[in-house]
């Protein structure tokens, strides 16, 4: 098989592409004897066709080969002290593994079988299936949980982004083995899958040994289905949910930008100002000086296609409505004054420090290459994410949260005597 190689020197990282379509990324980093691999399949729960699907894949993937029941798969990794495990994301399906170097070849072999030869034995559906539904039960009585449902129902409507990972207990009941087959034949093959490894091993042994694994495998004649696209068009609003908690929970959720978009880096250094960390603004003036909150904070999940950019915290029933109002008028105020010099840097500080802190072991180097490859990102995103965020200026921080941060959605849990008047 020929192939065809394209090295990228950003981390070193070396990019190689099979005749079949694989993309390989290779880090050699002889710091310690340990390998990690990220195997992504560009698929995931925006691609299943009933809720939970994705999910009920990942949970089942690894019990059971045509060769090996998953005891005896259970058995293999764990003789050598080995880790392999399946996940799926919203926009992306993950098989991940680490081991010491020594053992790789065999691990990755096994894992190669895990992809290719899949059986989804039915006793271990069903049992997955159980589980499954116990955790949409539980969630339902968390309410972090349930507040966020709301909101990101809310958000999306019928976009696969509302949907949970797990599903509902009624899509989950409906999923049957044949439905695993179909989302494994639809999605895993080789033109759909990016393989990262880090670790000591040099460029050309790695690709050797994937060559070994998959160099065969190939792919069908049928295109990769498009993903579906379903237009987000909802209305901002408030959704109530009434739940006799020790506390309400308050999530104020604004559509915001993909990761392809020029306002990304400015919507990650907003998210970090406000909500990352024990220096961060919600959690200095709500939490610390005004006693507001249980706890406070901010997320910005990376998405392909439209994301959420959501503020949230925790507060005692009775301080509902003025934790409600305080949240919403710090998020007004990143649109009305804009960020101090001092602000400005600090934050860029803490969030590049953190994405630095965040690539320091083999797992989280593949982890993040990886990621970027399959999200159309290219490695090079890892140096160019970095000049982003320098390059922000608080006046163009401002902007972009003008442009995004004023049509809030807003999801209240919590005692129906005080929700229901906020």
């Known amino acids: 098989m020929k192939l065809n190689v394209k090295p990228h020197q950003s981390n070193q990282t070396h990019r190689t592409v099979l005749d079949n379509g694989i993309v390989i990324l290779v880090v050699e980093n002889p710091a310690a004897d340990i390998i990690a691999s990220r195997i992504f399949l560009r698929s995931g729960s925006s691609r299943e066709g009933k809720a939970g699907l994705a999910h009920l894949v990942s949970s089942v993937l690894t019990k059971g080969t045509e060769r090996r029941t998953s005891r005896e798969i259970a058995e293999k ?56 539904m116990q955790g949409i039960r539980s969630q339902q009585e968390q309410p972090f949980a349930v507040a966020f449902k709301a909101l990101r129902e809310a958000m999306y409507q019928q976009h696969p982004y509302g949907r949970s990972p797990l599903g509902t207990e009624e ?25 990262s490894i880090s ?66 880096a ?4 907003l998210n970090t100002y406000l909500g990352n960390g024990l220096s961060s603004r919600l959690f200095v003036e709500l939490r610390e000086k005004r006693g507001l909150a249980y706890n406070v904070s901010a997320m910005y999940p990376t998405r392909q296609e439209t994301a959420n950019f959501v503020v949230y915290m925790g507060t005692a029933p009775r301080n509902t409505a003025i934790a409600k109002a305080s949240l919403q008028s710090e998020v007004e105020r990143l649109r009305n ?72 959605y807003i999801s209240l849990v919590g005692p129906a005597e005080v929700v229901d008047f906020c």
């Open 77 to 132: 990794v764990e003789s050598v002290g080995a880790s392999v495990a399946a996940d799926a994301a919203a926009d992306y399906f993950l098989v991940s593994l680490k081991t010491v170097s020594a053992d790789f070849a065999e691990i990755l072999a096994l894992v190669g079988e895990i992809l290719l030869t899949p059986t989804f034995p039915e006793a271990e559906v069903e049992l997955e299936k159980r589980i499954t």
């Open 266 to 269: 400015h919507l990650k250094l």
């Open 171 to 195: 899509s989950v009941s409906s999923i049957k083995r044949q439905d695993l087959q179909e989302f494994h034949s639809t999605y895993f093959r080789p033109d759909n899958t990016v393989i």
């Open 199 to 264: 670790g000591r091993i040099s460029p050309d042994e790695a690709i050797a040994l994937v060559k070994d694994v998959f160099g065969d495998w190939q792919a069908p004649d049928m295109p990769i289905p498009e993903a579906t696209q379903i237009a987000i068009a909802g209305e901002p609003h408030q959704i109530v949910t009434a739940q006799e908690t020790q506390q309400s929970v308050i999530m104020i959720g604004y559509l915001a930008a993909e990761v392809h978009s020029q306002d990304y």
């Open 337 to 408: 004054v804009e960020l101090t010099p001092e602000e400005l840097q600090a934050c860029k500080n803490k969030l590049l420090g953190q994405y630095a802190l965040g690539k320091q072991t083999n797992s989280q180097i593949a982890q993040v290459l990886g990621w970027y490859e399959t999200m159309g990102l290219g490695v090079e995103f890892d140096v160019q994410f970095q000049e982003d965020i320098a390059s922000v200026t608080s006046e163009a921080a401002q902007a972009v949260a003008n442009r995004y941060l004023g049509a809030p």
